[in-house]
């Protein structure tokens, strides 16, 4: 018999506690599957944040640090300065990244820090309910815009990875989306890519993966990767945004 | 080793290299802008990592990413920046982190002066953060104490897995003294080996984390922590005193204002006076029992602090309300006169207070 | 014995290269001493001033409020530390830069031209030296040598060895200067 597909050892074998038709379990998936194909698992460090991933720490096998909301790439970064030897990546959402944690996020890629992160953008905040996220579209519901993101009152949605490919020490920029099977394994290349980054030694890594959220979006599964698919990527345009030999 | 002369600040960063602290983060603030700038140019010499965070708030998160990684590493500011690294300390104190932090206050509240002052005393005793916690906090006096308790300080959370204070003030900061670096009597510490290095194939991961999202596991896990919290009210109160035994009054004070006392009770003592002085070392866990030493026909406790009285609370515990607790402070960056607080007590004892 | 001296002038005036060199001459000599330093905006071309005690005593209160000596090098200082010091205690003026005579006649005072005698050593600079040589002179606290073989240069560092001998002469200038003065008192 010929074994096709396998859960990774780069996850435990707990299950998670993300909604049904949420993309976070692909995601994941993905990252543990570069992890293992580098060779890097035994070595790696990851810091997860506070959101939806904030019990990601329980899923890759490797060892994590739970991190302050927002604080994931200042706490990645004591780690890589005491290991420097070691490969260390933080696992962040939107409200984590793109908010509370714009400063460290910002900052550790000015400083290029060794690290990579796993930056997961689904237009609004899950764990808490569905508040509204500064990646909320123009117009889309949330709790705490229940008319719609008004630009006028919150202006328009951030671009995390145009905003990041401007600073230097960033080496590698990428959006990517796990809407479809080929759209998939485009983000897995695009996460080994980013961690070979980090392994090289050249400097700050990171992959937006555009996500979905049904439970907070109130759709099925399938309406939310299509409305991903129509509102989403046309804002967050897919693509490479920096390789390290564009950098300089 | 033979004396140095050496500024506060300064002294600090050759005590925690001494102790064998290789990380600092840290981000300006006046006055203890030294310390970093001192680090910055002495941790690279013996292999060390020194890095100016973005924010105080980075600082700390850097901090709590290096101790989990399994280093000795130290963080430093002045009371606003401390504010802003509560969060940062509250986890760390959670997920049971060993760290030195060292705040060298101002005046406060808000951005307050740059002047000297002990107006953090609360915040460092009592919480700052969120939750059940505690820090281990020291009040040097002068800087040979302050370098000795830095050293030993590293060893304490080391031994307990907890952040450890050392709460000073822009004078001893800013102030030089002779510093002599002896080599300190060693703990017994357990390996770390709950830190983050990679597991190597060989074991399970290591987790630092202070999320416990079943109402019994958290509890559980804060029955621990007092547990520990106990042990070292037990083991690890430090207090000098003087003359309590045979007091007319007795003064509490900690860090540099209790010089200022012993100054005062140098002078009362040439006019007759009998004047005791109880100085914690330790501000948590606080030397309550020490007060239970003092002359039963004291007529009253006098509690001298740079600030509004913070420490009043502690002195008030301490002494079981068998004796009138008074208070002499100055606030705002004002230091003491011995003048003042001779006159107090002066008055205490006349019984005019 | 305990000299609690306060030290004030200018910023830029070396008042505290000058508390620093008395300190450390201090604990060079088994003394003990404390430097305290006022800080802050103050000293970006204000009024600085430090407080520097050398005590066969352990240091109480680094802060000296009951100085037993005060060097002054501007008149702001004068008119701030003048009434701190005790009755029998001593202050020593820059005359070059103070317009007023003391108040106090219950105290020494010294009045040291340093600028003037700086300028014509060749070096504006060593004026604070003048006036630490006058307060040697005066007080003895410690010794000029301490001050010359020991201290200089760990204050100062190894690369300011050069500049010993113009400050030698400027710490025996103001020596003769207070020498003169005690005569005419």
């Given at each position: 018999m010929t074994i096709v597909f396998e859960r990774t050892?780069?996850?435990?074998?707990v299950e998670t506690?993300?909604?049904?038709?949420?993309t976070h379990g692909i995601i994941h998936r993905l990252v543990g599957e570069a992890m293992v194909e580098l060779g890097v698992l035994e070595k790696a460090i990851g810091v997860a944040p506070v959101?939806?991933?904030?019990?990601a720490y329980n899923y890759f096998n490797c060892d994590m640090h739970e991190a302050a909301h927002g604080r994931a790439p200042a706490v990645a970064t004591g780690i890589k300065r005491v290991h420097p030897d070691k490969f260390v990546f933080t696992y962040q959402g939107d409200g984590d990244?793109?908010?509370?944690?714009m400063a460290e996020i910002v900052h550790a890629a000015h400083r290029g820090e060794r690290i990579s992160t796993i930056f997961v953008n689904n237009?609004?905040?899950?764990?808490?309910?569905?508040q509204m996220a500064p990646t909320t579209l123009v117009g889309q519901k949330a709790t705490t815009a229940p008319g719609g993101r008004s630009e006028e009152h919150c202006g328009r949605p951030i671009r995390i990875s145009e905003m990041l490919a401007t600073?230097?020490?960033?080496?590698f920029v990428e959006r990517v989306a796990v809407n479809t099977p080929a759209n998939i394994r485009k983000a897995k290349k695009a996460i080994i890519e980013c961690f070979k980054v980090q392994l090289e030694g050249k400097g700050f890594g990171i992959v937006e993966v555009l996500s979905t959220c049904p439970t907070n979006w109130g759709m099925t599964a399938p309406e939310a990767m299509k409305w991903l698919e129509d509102n989403m990527i046309p804002y967050y345009p897919l693509g490479n945004l920096k390789r390290p030999e564009e950098a300089e | 080793m033979a004396k140095v002369l050496m500024k506060g600040n300064e002294a600090i960063g050759a005590a925690a290299i001494q102790a064998g602290c290789r990380y600092f983060f840290g981000y300006p603030i006046t006055p203890q802008s030294e310390l970093p700038e001192y680090m910055a140019r002495e941790l690279p010499k013996v292999g060390g990592v020194f890095l100016q965070a973005e924010s105080e708030i980075a600082a700390i998160n850097m901090v709590y990413g290096a101790a989990g990684a399994g280093a000795r590493v130290m963080t430093s500011s002045s009371s606003p920046g401390i504010s802003l690294k509560q969060e940062g300390i509250s986890y760390l104190a959670g997920a049971e982190l060993p760290c030195l932090i060292v705040n060298i206050m101002r005046g406060?509240?808000?951005?307050?002066?740059i002047q000297p002052s002990q107006t953090d005393y609360f915040q460092a005793t009592r919480?700052?953060?969120?939750?059940?916690y505690r820090l281990v906090v020291y009040a040097p006096a002068n800087i040979q104490e302050m370098v000795d308790l830095i050293i030993e300080g590293f060893d304490v959370a080391d031994q307990y897995r907890n952040p450890v204070m050392i709460l000073g003030d822009g004078m001893i900061g800013q102030m030089m003294e002779p510093v002599e670096f002896k080599t300190p009597k060693k703990r017994e510490l357990p390996e770390?080996?709950?830190?983050?290095?990679?597991t190597g194939g060989k074991r399970k991961p290591n987790i630092i984390n202070s999320?416990?999202?079943?109402p019994e596991d958290l509890e559980a896990h804060n029955i621990r922590l007092q547990a520990k919290y106990q042990k070292i009210r037990e083991k690890e109160v430090k207090v000098e005193s003087y003359k309590i035994e045979d007091a007319d009054v007795v003064i509490s004070a900690y860090g540099t204002t209790s010089r200022i006392a012993k100054t005062a009770i140098a002078k009362l003592e040439k006019e007759g006076y009998k004047v005791g002085l109880i100085r914690p070392i330790t501000l948590w866990p606080?030397?309550?029992?020490?007060?239970?030493?003092?002359?039963?026909?004291?007529?009253g406790i006098l509690t001298v602090e740079?600030?509004?009285?913070?420490m009043v609370d502690d002195v008030k515990i301490a002494v079981e309300g068998k004796f009138p607790v008074h208070f002499y402070g100055r606030m705002g960056g004002m230091v003491p006169t011995p003048e003042a607080i001779i006159e107090k007590v002066k008055k205490i004892c006349g019984g005019e207070i | 014995m305990e000299e609690r001296i306060v030290i004030a002038g200018f910023?830029?005036?070396?008042i505290m290269a000058l508390g620093q060199l008395l300190t450390f001459a201090g604990m060079t000599e088994d003394k003990n001493v404390s430097w305290l330093p006022s800080y802050g905006p103050e000293m970006r071309g204000g009024t600085a001033n430090c407080n520097v005690i050398i005590s066969t005593e352990a240091v109480g209160s680094?802060?000296?409020?009951?100085?037993t000596s005060v060097i002054v090098m501007n008149r702001p200082s004068l008119d701030k530390f003048e009434n701190t010091i005790v009755p029998g205690g001593r202050l020593f003026i820059n005359s070059s830069l103070v317009d007023r005579e003391s108040t106090r006649d219950d105290i020494e005072v010294y009045y040291i031209p340093a600028n003037e005698i700086a300028n014509q050593l060749g070096n504006s600079r060593v004026a604070n030296m003048v006036m630490l040589g006058a307060f040697l002179e005066v007080t003895?606290?410690?010794e000029k040598s301490t001050i010359l073989e020991k201290a200089f240069t760990a204050v100062?560092?190894?690369?300011?060895?050069?500049?010993l001998p113009i400050n030698k002469e400027a710490l025996e200038r103001g020596a003769q200067v207070v020498q003169e003065q005690k005569v005419s008192l």
């Open positions: 050892r780069g996850l435990t074998d506690h993300y909604c049904p038709g949420c959101g939806c991933s904030v019990f990244l793109a908010s509370i944690g237009a609004i905040y899950g764990m808490t309910g569905g600073i230097h020490g960033a080496k | 406060g509240p808000g951005l307050g002066s919480g700052g953060g969120n939750g059940d770390k080996d709950w830190a983050t290095t990679g999320l416990y999202i079943a606080y030397p309550y029992d020490e007060f239970k030493k003092i002359n039963p026909n004291c007529k740079m600030n509004a009285g913070q | 910023g830029g005036q070396g680094p802060v000296v409020t009951e100085s003895n606290v410690v100062f560092g190894e690369n300011r060895a050069h500049l």
